[in-house]
């Protein structure tokens, strides 16, 4: 089966001031070397600390910020490659919902207007048509036809996403890119476009790319998570096996944040101490060294590779064993015990 999206060793650099006086620009490495896929019908989580590249790589998926290298296949054909008119034909089949529902719809225009405009740029018809299709999508996502003239400050948050992901959908795309799209949201509106997000996705195999710091959300709507630290992925895998089992130190540390009901005593939850290294200047390396319990010398000095560690799971830490080194034994870091010097809260 042909995957939905390839994306192989995407870079994303940003030049930051400088030039004057012979002072030297410095770069911002926000998304270093990324390789990920998603299938027809799944859902990928990406996540990771404020500031690690996660929504830089959701806007560089869709090119909708420029890579600076770097390959993304969508449905066989090579994004990089495409034409501007190419790409806007192709963007009809991709498309992305934003965080915030107050800022990302236009307050001038209805709901009618809004979810029109994408159908007039991509798939022009007959008036009643289009005005079919809106209200189909309106019925998609629970709001119904009788708020086509309204305006999106007659709306409450939740409902503004639903208008954000009738906006979306209106055009039946095989992707869909959510950066944050429930983290402005209450928690029990939160579960309801969660759970939206999911129907949609079992009646038309709609592919999600979810980008979100919030866990429990990843957890709850997601097939496979990618964790990123500073521009990296460090770990994927299906998210049930990451989030029950996490094998790379930082995973570890993420995961031991997620607040879980426990009948017995509480959590032991690991904090990292320091600072997140500046994208400015990363340190040379694993990136996470700096704040890393475990780490050694050729850490300091050399990348680790994200390899197969077996369970349909890839890590980069060089503590991990590959799963098809010979010498493959018990891994030897898991989450029964916490590195040695990291403080539990
Ligand atoms: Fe820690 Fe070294 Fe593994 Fe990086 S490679 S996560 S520094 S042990």
């Known amino acids: 089966m042909t995957a939905l999206l390839e994306v192989r060793d995407l870079t994303k650099r940003f030049a930051m001031g400088g030039g004057l006086f012979g002072r030297s620009r410095k770069v911002v490495h926000a998304v270093d070397g990324v390789s990920l896929s998603l299938q027809p019908g ?8 404020s500031g690690c590249g996660k929504s830089t ?8 910020i420029e890579p600076s290298s770097g390959a993304v296949t969508f449905r066989g054909e090579d994004l990089m490659a495409m034409t501007p008119a190419e790409l806007r034909r192709a963007r009809q089949h991709m498309q992305i919902v934003f965080q915030d529902p107050y800022g990302s719809l236009n307050p001038r225009m209805t709901v009618r207007q809004i979810i029109d405009e994408p159908l007039r740029v991509h798939a022009p018809a007959a008036d009643a048509v289009r005005l079919e299709r809106i209200a189909e999508a309106l019925d998609v996502v629970g709001l119904g036809r009788h708020v086509l003239d309204r305006h999106p400050h007659e709306f409450s948050g939740g409902q503004r996403q639903r208008i954000s992901i009738a906006r979306a959908m209106v055009l039946r795309p095989a992707m869909l890119i959510g950066d944050e799209p429930v983290s402005a949201l209450d928690v029990s509106v939160r579960a309801q476009i969660l759970n939206l997000l ?7 195999q709609v592919g999600y790319v979810i980008v979100s710091h919030d866990l429990g959300a990843i957890r709850y709507i997601c097939h496979r998570v990618a964790v990123m630290y ?3 992925v460090v770990e994927e895998g299906p998210v049930e096996t990451v989030f029950r089992d996490p094998q790379h130190p930082y995973t570890q540390v993420l995961v031991s944040a997620v607040p879980v009901p426990r009948v017995h005593g509480r959590k032991a939850r690991m904090v990292l101490t320091g600072e997140v ?9 694993c990136h996470f060294h700096t704040r890393c319990p475990l780490a050694t010398a050729r850490c300091r000095a050399e990348v680790p590779v994200l390899r197969d560690i077996g369970g349909g799971r890839k890590a980069a830490c060089h503590l991990l064993t590959a799963a098809d080194d010979p010498a493959a034994g018990p891994m030897p870091i898991n989450n029964a015990g916490a590195p040695p010097t990291a403080t539990r809260a």
């Open 277 to 285: 290294p500046s994208p400015l200047d990363p340190p040379p390396g």
């Open 57 to 64: 790589l959701a806007r560089a998926l869709m090119r909708l």
């Open 42 to 49: 799944e859902t990928l989580g990406i996540v990771g600390e």
């Open 198 to 204: 999911k129907r949609i996705q079992r009646e038309t």
């Open 230 to 232: 500073l521009g990296r």
